[in-house]
């Protein structure tokens, strides 16, 4: 049983940092690609980051890139986003988001949110 877990969400003004968690559970963490998406209100859920299982391979949105790192931790079965010079429009639900073939099947499905087959419930981020 796949479970993902977020958290390190809050509120910071304008220009401040955050730094988001999943810890993942269920034996996939090897073998899954994990991604970090993102839904404002009212809005389509984003792919912002995804890290492929060598640790190495990334790839941003371009809204992101920049600012924003992810990374993984195989020992621990955790992925990062660090987050940098947030703006008020990063405000949203961030979710984190793994499968074993999203990131095998090109670039338009490797931050599509119908290619991801395990989900956290969120953590939420809110910046003023």
């Known amino acids: 049983h796949v479970q993902l877990v977020e958290s390190g969400g809050g509120s910071v003004q304008a220009g401040g940092s955050l730094k988001l968690s999943c810890a993942a559970s269920?034996?996939?963490?090897?073998?899954?690609?994990v991604a970090w998406f993102r839904q404002a209100p009212e809005k389509e859920r984003e792919g912002v980051a995804v890290?492929?299982?060598?640790?190495?391979?990334?790839y941003y949105a371009d809204s992101v890139k920049g600012r924003f790192t992810i990374s993984r931790d195989s020992a621990k079965e955790t992925v990062y986003l660090q987050m940098n010079n947030l703006v008020p429009e990063d405000t949203a639900m961030y979710y984190c988001?793994?499968?074993?073939?999203?990131?095998?099947?090109?670039?338009?499905?490797?931050?599509?949110?119908?290619?991801?087959?395990?989900w956290g419930q969120g953590t939420q981020v809110t910046v003023s």
């Open positions: 890290v492929y299982t060598d640790g190495v391979t990334i």
């Open positions: 988001a793994e499968d074993r073939f999203a990131c095998l099947k090109g670039p338009k499905s490797r931050l599509a949110r119908d290619e991801y087959k395990y």
């Open positions: 269920g034996n996939t963490f090897s073998t899954h690609c």
